[in-house]
């Protein structure tokens, strides 16, 4: 079975669901249903790990301490990358290595996507020129502000349009369950989504997807 390489860039003062909600349901999926099958990685179709600049220690919000599992020079390919938000990317959508190292991966990535205000970081990327997106509520003037080629949806909890964006903090695990849906289908969304007792969004998502390579 093909695994995806699932990289969540992690930061000082990262937002804690932010980053831990989509690596809860990329690490919590199976293609076999059922309590068992999480014991072992048998048919989970993730391989999920945080990276950040170096595998030095970070805090997150609210005071969180978190080891980075990689740093940017020696973590494996990166098959979809999440970029989180948080207070720490006031700093990082103005950090010209981030974006580059942001801007690299993407070209060789088979999907990205961001949680709240992490649009804000890929929308000065480069990432998002040409696209739709959404971000966290009190940011979405901002984004609109940032990139004149950027289209912000101000009413989905995510949106795909090629690069999938979701709105603040919780909206991650709609978004995550999104991608799981794309991917491997609504069964098996749905059940990860049970296995978690998280209750979807029916209308979380708004969409034209890309088809995401297989």
């Given at each position: ?31 076999v ?28 919000t609210?005071g ?95 949106v ?55």
């Amino acid at each position: 079975m093909e695994c995806w390489n699932v990289g969540i860039l992690v930061f000082e003062n990262v937002e804690v669901l932010d980053f831990a909600g989509p690596f809860e349901v990329f690490s919590r999926t199976r293609l076999v249903p059922g309590v068992e099958s999480r014991r072992s990685e048998d048919s989970a179709p993730f391989h999920v790990f945080t990276i950040a600049r170096t595998a030095e220690p970070l805090t997150a919000t609210g005071g969180l301490r978190l080891i980075p599992n990689y740093a940017w020079s020696d973590a494996p390919p990166i098959d979809l990358l999440v970029v989180p938000g948080g207070f720490g990317t006031r700093v990082l959508r103005n950090d010209a290595e981030t974006l580059a190292w942001i801007s690299s991966v993407a070209t060789s990535a088979r999907k990205v996507t961001s949680v709240c205000t992490g649009a804000l970081v890929l929308a000065n990327a480069g990432v998002l020129d040409g696209r739709r997106a959404t971000t966290h509520w009190a940011s979405l003037d901002t984004l609109a502000g940032l990139r004149p080629a950027i289209t912000v949806e101000r009413g989905p909890r995510v949106v795909d349009d090629g690069v999938v964006t979701s709105a603040g903090v919780s909206a991650g695990i709609d978004m995550a369950l999104y991608v799981v849906e794309r991917l491997f289908g609504s069964d098996v969304a749905n059940e990860t989504a049970h296995y978690m007792e998280y209750v979807r969004t029916a209308t979380a998502a708004s969409s034209t997807p890309t088809p995401i390579p297989g």
